[in-house]
């Protein structure tokens, strides 16, 4: 399983799940169960996602570190202000949030299963091993981090 670890660049995990939400959605349509509001739920969740997504990309360019989470080399700082104040992983949070406002959108309920799986999938096979990179690289700083901030929420 450890061959999985940082293969899959998130964005492509994203669209994989993005993909599958919306096929299920046509190949089974009866799980299409839009409730009152689902589309301004959905616009709702995707313009939070893609700010929240935004932040972290800004504040990562802000303390000029790479967004490359493969390469514990080119990391160079622990980035803990701004969004990150409040989440470790803004970028996988805003690509959730965006999956759960297309799942709104088309009323999809198996799309939350494909969310769930979404992020176990990511959470193991890429946060789990940025951070074993991150507190081998910073060490204590970095585990003071982790006990400071949630890891989503």
């Known amino acids: ?4 670890e940082l293969r899959v660049p998130p964005p492509l995990q994203a669209a994989v799940a993005l993909t599958l939400i919306l096929l299920l959605g046509w190949w089974i349509p009866t799980v299409n169960v839009p409730f009152p509001g689902h589309r301004v739920v959905a616009i709702a969740a995707i313009v939070f996602g ?10 990562f360019r802000r303390a000029r570190t790479t967004l490359n989470p493969h390469d ?24 959730t949030m965006t999956l759960l406002g297309v799942t709104c959108w088309r009323g999809t ?6 969310i769930a799986g979404f992020v176990a999938y990511i959470t193991r096979f890429q946060i789990e091993p940025e951070e074993r990179m991150l507190s081998a690289r910073f060490g204590d700083a970095y585990l003071a981090y982790r006990a400071r901030v949630r890891r989503w929420l």
């Open 72 to 95: 514990p080399s080119r990391t160079s700082s622990i980035v803990d202000g701004g969004i990150f104040r409040f989440t470790r992983n803004p970028m996988y949070l805003g690509l």
């Open 50 to 59: 893609v700010l929240v997504a935004a932040a972290g990309i800004v504040a």
């Open 1 to 4: 399983m450890r061959s999985l």
């Open 109 to 114: 309920w198996l799309g939350l299963l494909v």
